[in-house]
């Protein structure tokens, strides 16, 4: 049967009803317009818990009057739950991102509404959740209703997003523009690892990459390359300009070739433009992205994550600041095989060498306690700072200590050698 049309977005989730458990649509797609509607409609329910992974500008589900009414279950942390995150006030669940949608299939997590954002049915009364595919599609499947802001701004994109109008229980519409992450702002730093990491980068490779300001730099330093492709969890602007030079054309893979696979996509206007009905770009479950069993499959694969912290040992901390989450696990571990197990692949962790204005050494003797070990020192591949490479594929402790403190900030050198000997009895 047809969905409950709203006149507003408070109409569309008065459905939800006390003890629910909610999905809600992530990354670029994050429902705004429902959400802050929520952040209303919750006031009046009680103990309803609300699934996501990174939202944007959802922070009317912070305030403090929804305790008791609503709690945040996090799988990946963002702007909007980070601070809730750290003072216990919202729960998070450390979880590859390839192991979310599993986790909503088999029912060990069920969820009663799911929340989503979607572009308008087509002449088959087919909408498309646009640019946010991530767990998103397994969430639909598995909720006993969903209910949909149908925005005239999304577009409409290619793979595995579609959703039947007519599975939805209640429709909101509304034309509102979506979130926008423009190109990084390059400065010293980012464009010095975008330098170095772009020279482990070869002709054929099948990229995975994140956004921001090491991303943008490395791909701004891939414009001399050829024959480049992407299957990746997430992208930007950064490999649209790749695409338009002929750089990226997906010609080598054997996933999928000629195409280019994501999960989701967040950037500028430019970039939901380019994405709009493009058959060349695919958004997939991120269930088939992330799966190591298929990044393997392409050759060449070239992995590209950041962290947090390293330990001299290379033990790769990317969610949490010692105890404190900061974001999630994501998908870096599951890139981070699969380039492994990939015919010719490679895996970077690239990162600035200091943090908090040059005050702390992002190489770290031990990691802080309670940090979060997303990626084992034996997955770990390359380490790229500004100044310069580790290769710790292969090596002992003592070769690894010694490769990355060369990388680390001059100043933290001396102090990492006198505490890599005094805590690993490492001669470095």
């Not at 989730?13 to 429902?34: C, Q, R």
């Not at 990626?375 to 790229?384: M, N």
Request: aromatic share 4%; proline share 5%; charged share 20%.
């Amino acid at each position: 049967m047809p969905p409950i049309i709203c006149s507003s977005a408070l109409q569309a989730v008065a459905l939800i009803e006390d003890n629910e458990t909610l999905w809600t649509h992530s990354m670029g797609a994050t429902p705004k317009v429902l959400l802050d509607a929520l952040a209303a409609h919750a006031l009046t329910r009680k103990n309803l818990t609300l699934l996501q992974l990174h939202t944007e500008n959802a922070e009317s589900l912070s305030d403090p009057r929804l305790h008791g009414h609503l709690r945040h279950r996090c799988f990946f942390g963002g702007v909007p739950t980070r601070a809730l995150l750290q003072r216990g006030e919202a729960d998070y669940v450390p979880i590859f991102l390839s192991e979310v949608p599993k986790l909503f299939r088999s029912g060990e997590q069920p969820i009663d509404t799911a929340i989503i954002q979607v572009s308008p049915p087509d002449k088959h009364g087919i909408c498309s959740l646009g640019i946010s595919v991530e767990a998103t599609l397994a969430a639909c499947q598995m909720a006993r209703k969903i209910i949909a802001h149908i925005n005239p701004m999304m577009p409409r994109t290619h793979g595995d997003g579609f959703i039947h109008y007519h599975k939805l229980a209640a429709v909101y519409e509304q034309s509102v523009p979506l979130p926008q992450h423009p190109l990084a702002a390059s400065d010293a730093t980012s464009m010095a690892i975008g330098q170095h990491v772009a020279k482990l980068v070869q002709d054929g490779d099948c990229l995975q990459m994140g956004i921001g300001a090491i991303p943008d730099a490395v791909l701004a330093c891939l414009t001399e390359h050829k024959d480049l492709g992407v299957h990746t969890e997430l992208f930007s602007d950064g490999v649209l300009n790749l695409v338009e030079l002929g750089v990226i054309n997906n010609s080598r893979k054997k996933v999928h070739p000629g195409k280019l696979v994501t999960g989701f996509a967040l950037g500028s206007q430019r970039l939901y433009d380019f994405v709009d009905d493009n058959p060349s770009v695919i958004f997939m479950d991120i269930e088939q992205v992330n799966d190591t069993s298929i990044i393997r499959k392409n050759p060449n694969v070239m992995a590209i994550n950041s962290a947090l912290q390293v330990d001299i040992s290379g033990q790769i901390c990317a969610d949490s600041l010692g105890t404190r989450i900061y974001s999630g696990v994501g998908g870096q571990m599951d890139f981070i095989r699969g380039a492994g197990l990939s015919e010719g692949g490679r895996s970077v962790i690239a990162l600035p060498s200091t943090a908090a204005n040059g005050t702390v050494s992002r190489i770290a003797t031990v990691l802080s306690p309670g940090a979060g070990v997303v990626t084992t020192r034996a997955h770990v591949h390359y380490i790229a700072t500004e100044y310069g490479v580790a290769n710790l594929r292969g090596k002992s402790l003592r070769e690894r200590a010694r490769a990355l403190i060369d990388i680390a900030h001059p100043k933290f050198r001396e102090q990492l050698c006198r505490e890599t000997f005094e805590m690993w009895q490492l001669r470095v």
